[in-house]
């Protein structure tokens, strides 16, 4: 079973910054992309960023030119750099892997961006 393990969330003031990381693990091959989803408080789960295993990324309109989504396909690890936050980035951020059009999810990280 494909494990996702996240890190680097936490509380911030507006305009600051913070890294997350994803690493899958007890998977060989097959990863079509990796990414991170946000889920605010009584909203629905949204795309943040894709990064496929080609290297060819996808934002949110939201986060273009703050977030910036990178991979290490050797690790099998996903990572977000998060600048200029803003309170409306606060959410649960899951990382995302797609393996043979199959989805997995990480655990959830809670960001926190205080005015």
């Known amino acids: 079973q494909v494990q996702l393990v996240e890190s680097g969330g936490g509380l911030v003031q507006a305009g600051g910054s913070l890294r997350l990381s994803c690493a899958a693990s007890?998977?060989?091959?097959?990863?079509?992309?990796m990414g991170w989803y946000r889920q605010a408080p009584g909203k629905q789960r949204e795309l943040v960023a894709t990064?496929?295993?080609?290297?060819?990324?996808n934002y949110a309109d939201s986060v273009k030119g703050r977030f910036t989504i990178s991979g290490d396909n050797a690790k099998n690890t996903v990572y977000l750099q998060m600048n200029s936050l803003k309170p409306e980035d606060t959410a649960v951020y899951y990382c995302?892997?797609?393996?043979?059009?199959?989805?997995?999810w990480g655990q959830g990280t809670q960001v926190t961006v205080s005015s």
């Open positions: 007890r998977i060989t091959n097959g990863i079509n992309a």
């Open positions: 995302y892997l797609r393996r043979n059009a199959v989805p997995y």
């Open positions: 990064i496929s295993r080609s290297g060819s990324t």
